[in-house]
């Protein structure tokens, strides 16, 4: 199976911050990688596909990039509502799997 | 609107079963993929299993192979997950989300734009 390790596991900044999650695949996935945020008590909603394409309803500060191994989502600038957990995904191969989650909390 | 609606789940005992449905509208479910995926309580998110367009393919994650199955029924609008042999570990929201979309030649390679609402499976005694 493959392996998709990210990190931090938490997250805390400042509304205005920049801030990076990483997922690290145990192998290459090409761009087949998706970013998820999720709210509490709320279905995960997507961002990016293909690695670096972002949904249609995403705000321009949300960033995806990598292929291969390594993959960044990136938030250029923090907004409140940007507190969320996020997920990876790997859809390259099944099993289909997630990376363990990031909590962004805004300080 | 594009809707995912999920039911079927409750409260069952160790080694007892459940279906759960996902019903789809406003797009045609005959061309695409679909999956659930599992949320245990306070934990990440699991991918369970996938049904390929015409239902003629499955995947499973390993936990759950040989107890659960996935079907579809596109004139219903619906899919379905069949919870067999369910264990406590099994407790989780389930949710289903739209996988890839293909045309008669080729797929796409991005999944999981829509998700359901999810519906909770309790497996305890």
């Known amino acids: 199976d493959i392996q998709m390790t990210q990190s931090p596991s938490s997250l805390s900044a400042s509304v205005g911050d920049g801030v990076t999650i990483t997922c690290r695949a145990s192998q290459d996935i090409r761009s087949d990688l998706g970013w998820f945020q999720q709210k509490p008590g709320k279905a995960p909603k997507r961002l990016v596909y293909a690695a670096s394409l972002l949904q249609s309803w995403v705000p321009s500060r949300f960033s995806g990039s990598g292929s291969g191994t390594e993959f960044t989502l990136t938030l250029s600038s923090l907004q409140p509502e940007d507190s969320a957990t996020y997920y990876c995904?790997?859809?390259?191969?099944?099993?289909?799997?997630f990376g363990q989650g990031t909590k962004v909390e805004i300080k | 609107e594009v809707l995912l609606v999920e039911s079927g789940g409750g409260l069952v005992h160790p080694g007892g079963s459940l279906r759960l449905s996902c019903e789809v509208s406003g797009f045609t479910l005959t061309n695409y993929w679909m999956s659930w995926v599992r949320q245990a309580p306070g934990k990440g998110l699991e991918w369970v299993a996938n049904?390929?367009?015409?239902?003629?393919?499955?995947q499973f994650v390993d936990s759950v192979k040989g107890r659960f199955t996935i079907s579809r029924e596109d004139a219903k609008k619906s899919v379905f997950l069949q919870l067999s042999s369910l264990r406590v570990e099994d407790t989780a929201t389930y949710f289903c989300?739209?996988?890839?979309?293909?045309?008669?030649?080729?797929?796409?390679?991005?999944?999981?734009?829509?998700w359901g609402q999810g519906t909770v499976v309790t497996v305890s005694s």
């Open positions: 989300a739209r996988g890839r979309y293909c045309s008669r030649t080729s797929c796409s390679r991005n999944v999981f734009d829509i």
């Open positions: 049904i390929n367009q015409d239902g003629s393919e499955t």
């Open positions: 995904l790997q859809y390259n191969t099944f099993p289909w799997t």
